[in-house]
């Protein structure tokens, strides 16, 4: 089942993000980019090992301390469907006192800055920092949608941005408290 939003620019849907076929799909990663569980590890098992070389790269010239909350980057999209993945970190939860929600809305608009930096049409996000990270499933909806309601308001060269959630429970959570 799927739902849609924003004049049909948005849709969600449940499945595995590795399978997206978009131009990009981002990865919730951690500031390492070296890689991880969650959806971290699943973009770099299937995605091969050409990935981690890029993200390496990444790490040895533009941020030799880690890549900051909040911030995205891109690489190729290996062995996957998509073309690309935007890897971001979204905050972890309890660590970041009043800034928790802007981190996560700067996760979403900096990984679509990087998408229309490269201009690219269609990207896929997993729900960013509500697995390992901890940040609640409801408020990561209100915070994720306004972001890209937000994003949408200006001139873009993203047609369609696909929200995958892993399970129907998380989409219907989602679906339940957006804001778009
Ligand atoms: N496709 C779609 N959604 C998924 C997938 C998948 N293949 N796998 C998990 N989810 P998480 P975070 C959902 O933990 O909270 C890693 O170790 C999952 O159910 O992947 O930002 C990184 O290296 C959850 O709702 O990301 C970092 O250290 C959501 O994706 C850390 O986890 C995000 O869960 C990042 O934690």
Redesign the pocket.
């Known amino acids: 089942m799927n739902w849609y939003f924003l004049e049909n620019k948005v849709e969600v849907k449940i ?4 399978a997206e076929t978009t131009d990009a799909i981002v990865n ?3 500031s ?1 980019l070296l ?9 770099h098992s299937k995605g091969g090992k050409q990935i981690l070389e890029e993200c390496r790269k990444i790490r040895e010239t533009e941020y030799p301390k880690g890549l900051p909350t909040g911030k995205a980057v891109i690489t190729g999209g290996g062995d996957l469907p998509a073309r690309f993945v935007i890897h971001t ?2 905050p ?1 939860y309890g660590m970041n006192g009043d800034l928790e929600e802007k981190l996560l809305a700067d996760s979403y608009t900096n990984s679509l800055l990087i998408a229309v930096q490269n201009n690219l049409k269609t990207v896929a996000f ?10 609640p ?1 409801y408020r990561a909806a209100r915070v994720s949608s306004r972001a890209i309601r937000a994003f949408f308001s200006e001139k873009t060269s993203v047609e369609k941005i696909n929200l ?4 129907k429970k ?1 989409a219907e959570i989602f679906v339940k408290h957006q804001e778009f």
């Not at 499945?15 to 590795?18: E, K, M, P, V, Y």
């Open positions: 499945g595995n993000i590795t919730a990663a951690n390492t890689g991880g569980g969650g959806v971290d590890g699943a973009i970190v979204g972890v997993p729900s960013i920092s509500t697995g390992a990270f901890h940040f499933k995958v959630f892993f399970s998380d």
